[in-house]
Each structure stands twice: as C-alpha cells, then as structure tokens.
C-alpha cells in the first residue's frame, strides 16, 4: 500500500530584499502555537507480475503543532509535532481507520527536514527545499530528500525503510486563484534502490522481503508566499518493488493534498453545549465528553438487529439529529468508534463493532454532517467497555458508538 504524505508549515520570519522584477524569494514561515491540519487522498492501482491485483483509495489526515521557534545560525526553524491517521476506503464507501503514528521534528525555513531516523511519517521529506537564491519563472534547482515506508507489517522491517532522491526542481510561475496568487513549483524525482546489506542479512530466513526499489514521482506544488507554506499540491507516482519471492508489485496512482487551519476546539463549551442540544432535541442515552482527541457523543444502548448492523426503527431518526447537531461545528473532522458487549468471539465482536460504526458513518454523511473524505471509521469489540460486562443493562451500555470531532 502507498501512503503519499508531505508536511506543510506556516509561519513567522521576515525577509528583507530588492529582488528583480518578477522574482521571488520563498520560505517557509513559523508561527509560535500554530495548529494546522492536513488531508490528502490517494488512489492507486496495484499491479502482482503486471497482471491487475486490485484498486485502493487512501486519506491520510495529518495534525500539526509548530513550537519551538528559533534562529540558528541565520536559519529560522521550528519544531512540529505531528499525529497522522491513515484510513483506506471499505466496502461500505467509507473510510476505515488503519494505523495512527506520532511524529516530532524540526523543519528549517528553507524546507530541510530534522528528523530522527526512527519515525515513519511523513513518508515524503525534504519536498520542497528552496535554493537560497531569488526565484523567477523558469528558474530550475536540485536538493536531496528522501522517502521513508513502514514495511513492519508487509515485511517484517522493523525500522523506516528509507530510500533517499535527488528532487529536480522547477518554478512554473505565479497563479491567480479565487483566493489569491499562488506559485506553480514542479518538483521530479526517481528513485532506484538496492536494499541495505544489513536488511538482506536479516531476513535469510527464507522470508518475504524487498530486494529493491524503483520508482518516480512528479508533482505540482502550490505555494503560498504570503503564508510561507504550501497551499496544495497534486502528484502522478510510480513505485515498483522486486521482492524475494521474484515477484514483481507495482503502485500506479495520484494524490492530491490540502492544509487547512485547525482551530483549537473549546471542549468545556462545547460540551455544555451539545448537551443541551441533545436535552432539546430529546435525544436519550447519549452523554457528550471531552477527549484526549476532541470532544466525544457516546451514543449508548444503540438499537441494532441482533447480530448485524442493521438500525432498528427510530434509531435512524436519532442519528440524523445528532448529524444536525454536528453540523453546527464545521472544520473538524469526524471519527465514528464501534463497540460491543462481550458475547461472541473476539472476531466477530470486531468485525461487528467495525460495521455498526461504518454504518452510524454513512447516515452521518447522508445527512449532511460532514464530506465522506472527513468521516472516519474504526471499531473496537469489546476491548473498551464503558461498564462491566455483568448485567444485560451494562451490557446494553458498552453496546454503543461514539462520535469524536477530532482535534488531534
């Protein structure tokens, strides 16, 4: 599976210079306790020995906290914190969560990444790097980066598998768009990569594993002067594996990405709040709280058929007015969690509690709560009981789903 991730920035820094008509000088710029968000989508092609294994459609949603800024030896940087979800689309046409990552590194104002080699995100680093130079349409420049996959689950590599590029770079020109000028950059690079001696020596095992990796990416950079960060961006991409087995998987595919600002939600007012709008609308055995992630409805003793996914009568009514209550707070997307009272197997306990939550997600997004893209999905069987699991009215209580609007 191919995540294709950048990071963006915005910033504080100040840059002082006679330039020539037409000339440019980008930077990215750091603001002390900016939070920002972004979400990008990827659709691919998976190809087994060039014969068409199937179709995936990714998005990626990435929170970031700039702290930390500084000057050092002329160079403004900043730290960022980071948290990224990646979720895959399911049979359902909603988007399941699939694995969350924390991340922390220092990003300089030219674009040069500071990272640790031990995290996995983003994948992309390095893109762009900005020349210390005036830039005028035409202008062409060069900078090192490198990609970084999570091969733990598909491989067995424990750590970043990391394949460095040289990026050729182009400025296209200045763009009018309804909310301003923006910069055309043209970013390309290929990769050709041998994996390391020290990974071949640790899987002779007889294991499945990546001999190495080709690949080419080109992308249209947008960018933001007067923001000091990049606005969007689109990519073609091909990447392709050589592994063990002598099979050969290609990634043919698109992504497209967009920072957005992520306010910091009000959790007390917004749960009193969304209380009262629940008492209102007389909406019973919900209860609304403030998270780690944001602010959560827990929707307890929800009415599903016995066994399936299937809302019974009126609860439907109940979720439709909970999507009118969310949509009230735009700008923040939305993770639907299922789970279940412990009776089954663990399996079919998580398989359930996945659909009852991809479910609840889809009148969400019929009605109008949010975009499919800004909807989320996960489920979690019985592992997370509200109560215990010793009456039928606890039980009824832990068969539930919560709606989390998400601010990390």
């Not at 691919?44 to 030896?73: M, P």
């Not at 002598?246 to 698109?254: A, L, N, P, W």
Request: hydrophobic share 35%.
């Amino acid at each position: 599976m191919k995540v294709r991730i950048f990071l963006f920035s915005a910033a504080v820094c100040l840059l002082a210079a006679v330039l020539p008509a037409g000339a440019e000088v980008f930077r990215f710029r750091f603001t002390e306790g900016q939070s920002y968000r972004i979400n990008s989508l990827v659709n691919e092609e998976v190809y087994l020995d060039g014969v068409h294994s199937h179709t995936a459609e990714i998005t990626n949603r990435i929170t970031v906290n700039v702290s930390g800024v500084q000057t050092e030896n002329g160079r403004v940087s900043a730290r960022h914190d980071c948290t990224f979800m990646t979720s895959e689309r399911n049979e359902n046409g909603g988007f399941a969560w699939n694995r969350r990552y924390e991340s922390v590194f220092r990003r300089e104002e030219n674009g040069r990444y500071r990272i640790s080699a031990g995290y996995f995100m983003p994948v992309v680093r390095d893109i762009p790097v900005f020349p210390d130079m005036d830039l005028q349409p035409g202008d062409r420049w060069q900078a090192d980066g490198e990609e970084a996959h999570d091969f733990r689950e598909f491989f067995g590599i424990p750590e970043p598998y990391r394949i460095p590029f040289t990026a050729q770079y182009a400025y296209i020109g200045p763009v009018e768009t309804e909310t301003g000028t923006l910069h055309h950059i043209q970013a390309e690079y290929e990769m050709t990569f041998a994996t390391p001696e020290e990974i071949l020596r640790s899987q002779q095992d007889g294991g499945f594993f990546p001999l190495g990796i080709r690949g080419v990416s080109r992308q249209q950079l947008y960018w933001d002067n007067e923001a000091g960060a990049l606005s969007h961006y689109t990519e073609e991409f091909h990447i392709q594996i050589e592994v063990s087995t002598g099979q050969v998987i290609d990634y043919v595919g698109t992504s497209s990405a967009a920072v957005h600002d992520n306010p910091r939600l009000d959790r007390e007012q917004m749960v009193e709040e969304m209380e009262g709008e629940l008492h209102r609308r007389g909406i019973e055995n919900a209860r609304v709280s403030a998270t780690e992630e944001g602010v959560t409805i827990s929707i307890e003793n929800i009415h599903f058929a016995a066994d399936t996914a299937r809302l019974l009568p009126g609860e439907e009514e109940k979720i439709r007015k909970i999507a009118e209550i969310l949509a009230a707070y735009p700008g923040h997307d939305l993770l639907v969690s299922g789970h279940t009272a412990l009776a089954g197997t663990a399996e079919a306990r998580q398989r359930l509690s996945e659909e009852r939550a991809e479910t609840v997600a889809a009148m969400l997004i019929e009605s109008g709560a949010r975009e499919a893209h800004n909807v989320f999905t996960q489920g979690f069987g019985a592992e997370r009981p509200c109560a215990p699991n010793d009456t039928e009215e606890n039980r009824a209580r832990n068969r539930r789903v919560e709606i989390t609007i998400l601010e990390k």
